[in-house]
């Protein structure tokens, strides 16, 4: 169970005032010196051939456009983000990898902000400049004019980073926010992930490609009988999915072969039985810590399975006191209810092995003086 105690809050920043910082090409990244900053462990989603490692900001309680909250950078100010590669994915299975920031200028002004923006990628300096960037909009409020920045990764290393300083000649109250930062993987062909699993039962893989069709097939060969891939799918993006029984087979490699209707292609060495093993469903809650009054504010439950084979389906439980107004977004809830002053609502989620996901759900705190600074409790867990 994962608990999150939280407050209600009102408008307005503490203003911390700095002086600018000049930077000079080829300079190193600065250490992070940001006032409001988070760095949590990214959401990953698997698209394909496209990996996103995402990271929802929320060092300050508002501007974001999703969860009502942003990290923000005042004149002079840096910070880094990092990104680990999931456990599943290695570094020779990644072709390409780029950055992409949503970032504002703060609500001083109207219009094109002058402010300028330093970029760091793993450490390297890249640029140092006009950060094309407006003035949010509405005032005070929850920006809706947010601009995404793309930062190219020229080194394959780990942790991913990547800095940004604002080297704005403003004020010390002046200042950029970052509302999310995303990590965008492109994998090699023949990658399978996950890249092994437990012969207690069935995983399902994906599987990258080229020109994949429904007409394709995939299993694993190498030890005893050829384990076939079964209820294969092609969602598109370059790759496939595919579920391998593995209940009962002899632990060790394998080799993963695709027949298409371009050939054959097969990967040595690609896939790995495991003896033993079990699903290992978690939950989390994703979130501001802070309620703004009348604004709706979105809640991430977090949910996956760090198990090496498929989960059934969990029932995933939200509760929170039932004055708070809720909406649901992406998933409708499997059941909701009302106990004792709370509010329970479910949501039902397929864990594959090795898998991650998000749920997300809309929060209001009413808009009455009353509740003011009242301290109340979200509550997440899985139905056993």
């Not at 300050?60 to 590669?85: E, K, P």
């Not at 002058?114 to 003035?135: E, H, I, Q, R, T």
């Not at 709706?296 to 760090?306: S, V």
Request: aromatic share 10%; glycine share 10%; charged share 10%.
């Amino acid at each position: 169970m994962s608990i999150v105690r939280c407050r209600f809050s009102h408008p307005g920043l503490v203003l911390v005032c700095l002086s600018g910082v000049a930077v000079l090409n080829g300079q190193p990244a600065p250490p992070t010196t940001s006032s409001y900053f988070t760095d949590q462990q990214p959401s990953v989603t698997i698209n394909g051939a496209q990996v996103v490692l995402h990271k929802e900001l929320s060092g300050y309680g508002n501007y974001g456009l999703a969860d009502g909250a942003a990290d923000i950078l005042y004149t002079g100010q840096a910070a880094t983000w990092h990104f680990s590669l999931p456990s599943s994915i290695t570094l020779s299975e990644v072709q390409g990898a780029s950055f992409t920031a949503s970032l504002v200028a703060d609500d001083h002004g109207g219009g094109p902000s002058p402010y300028k923006l330093a970029v760091w990628v793993d450490g390297a300096f890249l640029s140092n400049g006009l950060a094309n960037l407006p003035y949010g909009t509405p005032f005070g409020s929850r920006f809706n004019d947010w601009v995404s920045q793309n930062y190219t990764v020229t080194t394959i290393s780990q942790p991913y980073t990547l800095t940004l300083q604002n080297t704005s000649n403003a004020g010390g109250g002046d200042w950029i926010a970052v509302d999310w930062i995303e990590l965008h993987l492109t994998l090699s062909q023949g990658t399978i992930l996950p890249n092994q699993g437990g012969n207690t039962g069935s995983v399902t893989a994906t599987i990258v490609g080229s020109n994949l069709t429904t007409a394709a097939t995939v299993k694993l060969t190498g030890i005893g009988a050829d384990i076939i891939g079964q209820n294969v799918t092609v969602p598109g993006n370059g790759a496939l999915t595919a579920t391998f029984d593995l209940t009962g087979t002899a632990p060790g490699l394998r080799s993963l072969v695709i027949v298409n209707t371009a050939g054959t292609t097969t990967v040595p060495n690609a896939f790995t039985v495991e003896q033993g093993g079990a699903p290992d469903v978690w939950v989390d809650l994703i979130a501001w810590s802070r309620l703004r009054a009348g604004q709706p504010q979105q809640y991430f439950i977090g949910c996956g399975n760090r198990g090496n084979v498929d989960a059934p389906t969990s029932r995933i439980w939200i509760s929170f006191p039932t004055y708070i107004h809720w909406d649901t977004l992406d998933q409708l809830a499997s059941a909701a209810g009302q106990i004792n002053g709370y509010e329970f609502v479910a949501f039902d989620a397929t864990l594959s092995a090795g898998s991650f996901t998000e749920i997300p759900i809309l929060l209001t705190a009413p808009d009455n003086p009353a509740f003011a600074h009242q301290i109340f409790q979200v509550q997440v867990w899985r139905e056993q």
